[in-house]
């Protein structure tokens, strides 16, 4: 066959093979309609809603590909070597037979969902049965009996258009065939992440069929794939042990902001995974309060230190006091009273069990009740339940004033804004200086009216989880981990009912707060078996552009090594000293723009402003990155501060001296801004360009 014929044909084996996805969904939705094999409507009630569950399912799952390529790659194996039948006259599965059965070999096509003949034969194989493995990791040193792995390529409409064949078996160990991949890595970026399941490559697999229960901690350089492979080991894990994973509490994805949450928001549903929870760790520890304060350097590096968990302990235990008044319980117009002397030994007992605050409060209650009701039981015997006495104002305030119930915000509004509460709490554990450096001033009238840090949440939920234990997950994936202080770190653990995945670059950690150390990043998740990883080939930034950011290495992460471009392209890095840099960034967007794909001004934060002033002026069209809004045009124009994990073909860093000067931590800011393109990167300065750089 020719080139044009093959891909005919391949065309034609689509179409057939998106006809029997949509016979498998019209016969799952017939049966949800119909009701098929449910029982009796009340006897098998429960049956029949879980059967109708599962069936919903099952069209959910079969939904959503209708524009999509139903496959993405072809592995050519001997005849017989993974299908035993052939092709027969009148089946009815020989539409599909002919496809992937020929007389000389078997093909087994591999794509984002399994989809089967009509006669239940499958005739795609889902990119994560172990059928498909071959797929990602066969290669002339270990063919595992592929003679030629084939990729496909799509036109904008979705169209297949073209494949590439990469020789296997008794090739030589070198391969070359990854045109396809650079193409795929190179096509114009517009909107949201994409999945990348047709071009995984073996290192990033490996890490995303790691085993369930084991937490694995990825390292990896700028565009290394980071956060792909975490998005795909979810949609892994939920195919291999989807009921075991809900059955936990379902699984998340925490990243650092929203800006990003909108970003890779469309990499899960376009896998067929739905019932992801992406979150920020804001939306994790602090659910309806708005952060609206950033903490100076070192409050942070205080208030995000494990040394504030014993602060909180300690002050919220100090709000437990000692009985010192009698107790009058009125129950059906009598009297009972406990002494404070009763009180002191139930409260003993209570405190000898060594529980939590909130759990220990709920049973000193108990026993009060009871021991009213052991009263009344000696006396003229009662019907009172414990349930009812519980109740009554009299215990209710003997409890209230012995352990009283704590509102987590309330209890560390009081101890960041009153400094007496504060030393108490603090004695031994933070310096006076720390202790000076969280606390309010000035002091915010009330807690209405306080403004909260994202720290301030993480603190919250420590003394959430003091009072409780918060609902757990099956399993987190953790972005941009190398950010997180050791408080976020605990609100994580506590989630935390199985394994985990941990995302991060050392080199671009910027808080003042970051652990800086996977090791500990462990410790503190309470996962210290996790295995550390590390990915080191970069897909999205060329080489050029890695190796003129990999100059800031030895300054911000002198342990880390520099990262390998996947990729080479011509002319992908301009640095641009002028007396006009705003004439030099506007004339570089505007040729940007005139060719394909997103572009993207990064600045200093507190330059944005200027920067919105200057392309107003000349009528470039742009958005603003914020924390809700994806680019709605093609050109964007964000604070460096947001935009990490991010990328755009055309970048154009804008004074970095500024944005190294901006913080504590700018060198690593730098470090990120010059790594979010994929195509070009446009370094424009009229200030001298920072030391690093420059050699
Ligand atoms: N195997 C692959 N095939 C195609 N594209 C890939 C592959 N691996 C990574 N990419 C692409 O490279 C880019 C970077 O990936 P990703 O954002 O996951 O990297 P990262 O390591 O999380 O980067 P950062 O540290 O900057 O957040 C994305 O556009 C992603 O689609």
Known sequence: MTGGEEIRAEREFMALCRAKLCRMRGEATAMLVGGAAEGDAVVDKYFNHALREFRKKVVEDLSGFDGAPLFFGRLDYAAGAVFDDRPGKESLADEGMAHTRTGDSDFLYVGRRGVRDAEGVPIVIDWRAALSRAFYEASPPEPMGVRVRRRYGFDRSGELSAFEDEPIEGA????????????????????????????????????????????????GAPGTGKTAVGLHRLAYLLFSERERLRKDGGVAVIGPNSAFLAYIRTVLPTLGEVEVRQLTIDDLTGPGIEVTKVDDPQAARVKGGAAMAEVLRRHLWAQRREPEEEAEIKYRHRIWRLSEQDQAEELARVLERGMGYGAGRKLYAQRLAHAVLRRMECGSGTTATLAELGKTPGIRRAVRGVWPAVDPARLVFELLADPGQLAVAAAGVLSEVDQRAIVLAPRPRSVRSMRWSSLDLALIDEVAGLLGRPARMAHIVLDEAQDLSPMHLRAVARRMAGAGTVL????????PFAVRDWAAVLAWLDRPDGTVEVLDRGYRVPAEVLDFAARLLPHIAPGLSGPKSFRRRENALRVIGTGTPVRVVVETCERALAGEGSVCVLAADEDVVAWQRELAAVGLPYTV?????????RLTLAPVSLAKGLEYDTVVVVEPARIVAAEPHGLQRLYVALTRAVSSLHVVHAEPLPAPLRV
């Open 172 to 219: 030589p160990a070198t391969s070359t065939a990854n045109g396809l991949l650079v193409k795929e890595i190179e096509r114009p970026r517009q909107g949201p992440m994409r999945d990348i399941v047709a071009t995984i490559q073996p290192e990033q697999m490996r890490l995303v069929r790691a085993p369930v229960n084991e937490t694995v901690c990825i390292q």
């Open 504 to 511: 991060g670059d050392l080199a671009q950690a910027t808080s």
């Open 625 to 633: 990155l914020g924390d809700d809004l994806l680019e709605a045009e």
